[in-house]
């Protein structure tokens, strides 16, 4: 039985009655720069804590004050900067050294994978003006100034190499690297994926050391992806593990400057886990190393001696579920050597803590049936923390000081979602700031009580492109499922809704672990296709099932060896939920997602079909037995050991129930849900003998870029035609 709580609307964005109503098309949405909501980018706090950089419309990179914004300095001109052959470029990124003397930047940046690129480095000296080439061997990847700013370390060819930058000297580190088989100092893919990060070396604090990954991925198999571009089909190879398989062995390693030593951390002697993590502790001899077992539920932080490479465990995490490694990249050790910061689950829900170099905990700093949501830091001298939390509620965001004596400052208070980027000495903090129907607003706020200082960006040239059109409110409702679950959604009608009129469905979702897409927070273009479809008379819903993030815990790992379950079912609920609204046509309904949300609609139309009227399934995994040791092993373990988990829900072992107009799309040159899932599910599909329409975009990976005006055109008339709209 489903009982029917609360619909709560959001105030929206106000609309002139005399506003000329213009309508969105897609040519809108994804050609057209006018409706991009910006945010303050280029940004770079400095020492002081007092000033920041930032980048000017010309790529200059000037000095601001943070109190008034009154330029103080130039740090690079841009038409100043000539090559080799006395040529002016355009720089693609910078970094700044820590005497901030120097700039670091990059052009001709050239994509790999999610986050890893190579790109040609130059070095600017604000001194003398001059303009260093890095290396001139070849493309380099991840550089970066030693702390000194003496040196620049990089990585090429899965090499790491130094550039003496005061001898003009290029020292290479690592010989054995080799495409393929070794990476020194960098990750290889799923690391890449799935832990989120790519350059695998650090700096020692004094800049006399580096830490770096040796990746050995010789037993790792390999997996072919085709590139059409010539009349013979281009294939690029690369190590791809998937669930069960064999991974990379990791050794973390230390370089020594002066003496050209090369000595191994003493990491164990298990080689199937993994080291998603290291970090130089405040004492530049001693590098912690983070060690996982490969079922991702213990965790335990390995202090090494960076000179004889011994180890020695000195705090260690253990769950029933698995642990979450990105929540701790605001991991902090304090200088006095005696503690860090640690964010963890206490009673049910992810505190703040703060452990002894002993492994025993000093202090809970935060508690309560609310998540921290990420860790900024701690101000050493003021004896603080900030921190971004759920506590008002699973679907915003805020910011949050806590002072030594436990009394907690609320630093926003806008209803929506806040996020922060703080200065050197935590005196100020950036608020970027946005709500469902409100594109983001950048503050300079006080970070003793949050007060606003001045604007950065309130993106009111795309305000007021938005008062051209007719947009509805969007409006956030919760429901009670036959099992006693609350779950939260949003809802977009159309603008001249009539409730006594019946109005079909877009159900919306991706449903993976720890996500969300019920958040009070800007969603870009996509927050405008829904508005497009809203003024076509189609409602259009999303709903967080079991599984996703910020509500503790219980809610967000139920799911543990059972992916698809539970967020199937719950999605079920919800469209039974919709069907009771008397406005809702319960016969017109239709699903929508991508990647993870591709998935649960290709559950949705085959396991549980009978539900939706039709289904859209972009670049979904159809078999976790297809995908990643990384992701897919942390919440199935491998398929030796739950061969239901993996084939229970999966969509190819239910095709013969397709009910329903189906819509699959993949890019073929998807290197991260591999179009295997795709095709091996046509394959299904063809032997059941159902009709579906089909999509794939070559060349395209996971994120479908450039063609997204296309695809949504494509989705347009498939909504039209089954929606009736």
């Known amino acids: ?32 720069s006018r409706l991009h909501a910006k945010k303050v980018s280029g940004f770079r706090t400095m020492n002081d804590g007092l000033h920041y950089t930032n980048t000017t419309q010309e790529d200059d990179i000037l000095v601001y004050e943070y109190k008034s914004g009154t330029v103080k300095d130039t740090l690079l001109r841009a038409a100043e900067l000539l090559d080799g052959n006395g040529d002016n470029f355009r720089y693609d990124d910078y970094q700044l050294s820590r005497s901030e003397t120097k700039v670091l930047i990059s052009t001709a940046t050239e994509r790999i994978y999610r986050h890893s690129t190579r790109a040609d480095f130059y070095v600017f000296n604000r001194s003398n003006g001059k303009l260093t080439r890095v290396s001139d061997k070849g493309k380099q990847m991840f550089a970066s100034f030693s702390p000194d700013g003496f040196k620049v370390a990089f990585v090429r060819d899965n090499n790491l190499f130094i550039k003496d930058l005061v001898k003009s000297r290029e020292t290479q580190v690592t010989f054995d690297g080799r495409l393929n088989e070794i990476i020194n100092g960098g990750t290889d893919w799923v690391y890449e994926e799935e832990f989120s990060f790519d350059q695998a070396y650090a700096w020692s604090p004094d800049s006399r050391r580096i830490a770096f990954y040796k990746f050995n991925e010789t037993r790792v198999r390999e997996f072919t992806i085709p590139y059409y571009d010539q009349p013979y089909v281009d294939q690029k190879t690369y190590k791809y593990p998937k669930a069960g398989e064999d991974n990379a062995i990791v050794h973390i390693h230390v370089y020594d400057l002066s ?13 199937d886990q993994y080291i998603p993590r290291i970090r130089w502790t405040a004492d530049p001899g001693k590098l912690c190393v983070m060690r996982l077992n490969r079922h991702q539920n213990k965790l335990e932080l390995l202090l090494c001696d960076a000179q004889i490479g011994g180890s020695r465990v000195f705090y260690t995490e253990e769950t029933k579920y698995y642990i979450e490694i990105d929540q701790n990249d605001g991991m902090h050790f304090t200088a006095d050597q005696k503690s860090f910061f640690w964010l963890k689950p206490v009673n049910g829900y992810t505190h ?5 170099m002993d492994g025993k905990h000093i202090r809970q700093w935060t508690g309560g049936d609310w998540d921290v949501t990420a860790f900024y830091g701690y101000d050493e001298g003021g004896n603080a923390v900030y921190f971004q939390s759920a506590e008002k509620s699973p679907l915003e965001r805020h910011i949050y000081r806590i002072d030594s004596k436990g009394r907690k400052t609320a630093l926003t208070k806008t209803g929506g979602t806040h996020d922060a980027e703080f200065s050197a000495n935590f005196r100020y903090f950036i608020d970027t700031w946005s709500d ?97 479809l809203a003024r076509k008379g189609c409602i259009v819903v999303s709903v967080d099932n079991r599984g996703t993030g910020a509500r503790g815990e219980a809610f967000q790992k139920c799911t543990f060896l059972n992916l698809g379950k539970l967020e199937v079912d719950d999605q079920v609920e919800a469209a039974g939920y919709l069907a009771t609204l008397p406005y809702i046509d319960k016969n017109r309904m239709a699903v ?85 899932n795709s095709a091996l599910f046509v394959n299904a599909l063809v032997k059941a003998g159902k009709h579906f329409e089909t999509f794939f975009y070559p060349n395209k990976n996971h994120a479908l870029p450039g063609v997204r005006l296309h695809l949504y055109r494509r989705i347009t008339r498939f909504l039209g035609e089954n929606l009736e709209i």
């Open 259 to 271: 003496s050209g030593r090369t000595v191994k951390m003493e990491t164990g002697p298990e080689r």
């Open 436 to 532: 469902t129907d409100s594109p983001y607003r950048c503050t300079i706020r006080a970070s003793e009580d949050g007060g606003e200082i001045r604007l950065l960006e309130d993106n009111n040239p795309v305000k007021d492109e938005m008062r051209a059109y007719d947009l509805s409110t969007t409006e956030f409702f919760s429901f009670m499922t036959s099992g006693g679950d609350e779950l939260h959604g949003w809802m977009i009608k159309p603008p001249d809704f009539d409730p006594s009129k019946k109005y079909p469905v877009l159900q919306y979702m991706y449903g993976g672990p720890g996500s969300q897409t019920v958040r009070r927070r800007w969603g870009g273009a996509n927050y405008f296709y829904w508005q497009m």
């Open 592 to 676: 929508f997602g991508w990647s993870y949300g591709g998935y649960m609609t290709s559950l949705l139309m085959t396991r549980t079909a009978g539900t939706f009227r039709a289904g859209i399934a972009v670049a979904p995994v159809t078999s976790w037995r297809f995908y990643d040791t990384i992701y897919t092993e942390r919440y199935l373990h491998t398929p030796a050991e739950n061969a239901a988990g993996y084939d229970d829900n999966s969509p190819i072992n239910y095709a013969d129930r397709l009910e329903g107009s189906f819509l699959l799309v993949h890019g073929l040159y998807d290197d991260n849900v591999h179009f295997q």
């Open 352 to 356: 703040l803590v703060q452990i002894g």
């Open 1 to 32: 039985m489903i009982r029917i709580l609360t619909i709560t609307c959001l105030a929206a964005f106000c609309l002139s009655a005399h506003a000329q109503t213009q309508q969105l098309t897609e040519s809108d949405i994804w050609s057209s």
